[in-house]
């Protein structure tokens, strides 16, 4: 988050429930378009990661805002067999 961001708060929330694990990071760094596609592969390697595990990946961000990151895993031991369908882009 530091490196790319340019932040000076940033906020890490780790949620478990019996249906799923979530992890939400936000920060008030400088922010991005995720419309627009980058040179690198952090964006996509997140969400080939999320989708691996069967798992749904979020991207809010707006230029000059910071930025939000949501990943929701579902607990296997919560009966659920099938991933979640994919996130839509972003």
């Known amino acids: 988050m530091i490196k790319h961001s340019r932040l000076t708060n940033a906020e890490i929330e780790f949620r478990v429930d019996d249906a799923q694990l979530a992890l939400t990071m936000s ?3 400088k922010g991005f378009d995720p419309s627009v ?13 999320s989708q691996a595990i069967g798992g749904r990946i979020e991207f809010v961000s707006q230029q000059g805002r910071g930025t939000t990151i949501k990943l929701t895993v ?5 009966g659920r067999s099938e991933p979640l369908p994919p996130s839509p882009p972003t």
């Open 27 to 29: 920060d008030n760094g």
């Open 37 to 49: 596609e980058s040179d690198g592969h952090g964006l996509m390697s997140m969400r080939e990661r």
């Open 74 to 78: 579902p607990r296997e031991d919560h």
